[in-house]
């Protein structure tokens, strides 16, 4: 009974930058994945970045995918059940449907170690 909402997407520049939110609800906070993926149209959903928290704010781990580094950021200033993706310099690459997702099990950018997603939010970059 997890459920994900993702709020944030629009359409920008090259060069622009998006804020991307998801909203979590029905799982206990300690020892938790949460992630984000990305899919564009003709192509496999890409893993962009997570996060493993436990017992409270902490991150312990951080995870980016090689084409979003230096670029994408997971806040460390989050609250609970509320994950955020800072996207700066943006490029067209980066257009794509997002997802957050939930895992109870294994982290990493890997799709089928998730189990619960969000409806998506789009970003077109152009």
């Known amino acids: 009974h997890v459920q994900l909402v993702e709020s944030g997407g629009g359409s920008v520049q090259a060069g622009g930058s998006l804020r991307l939110s998801c909203v979590a609800a029905?799982?206990?906070?300690?020892?938790?994945?949460l992630a984000w993926f990305r899919q564009a149209p003709g192509k496999e959903r890409e893993g962009v970045a997570a996060?493993?928290?436990?017992?409270?704010?902490?991150?312990?781990?951080?995870y980016y995918a090689d084409s979003v580094k230096g670029r994408f950021t997971v806040p460390q200033d989050y609250v609970k059940n509320l994950l955020h993706l800072q996207m700066d310099n943006l490029k067209p690459e980066d257009t794509a449907m997002y997802y957050c997702?939930?895992?109870?099990?294994?982290?990493?950018?890997?799709?089928?170690?998730?189990?619960?997603w969000g409806q998506g939010t789009q970003v077109t970059v152009s």
């Open positions: 029905g799982y206990t906070y300690e020892n938790n994945c």
């Open positions: 997702a939930h895992s109870t099990d294994a982290c990493g950018l890997v799709a089928g170690r998730y189990t619960y």
């Open positions: 996060i493993y928290t436990g017992g409270g704010p902490e991150v312990f781990v951080d």
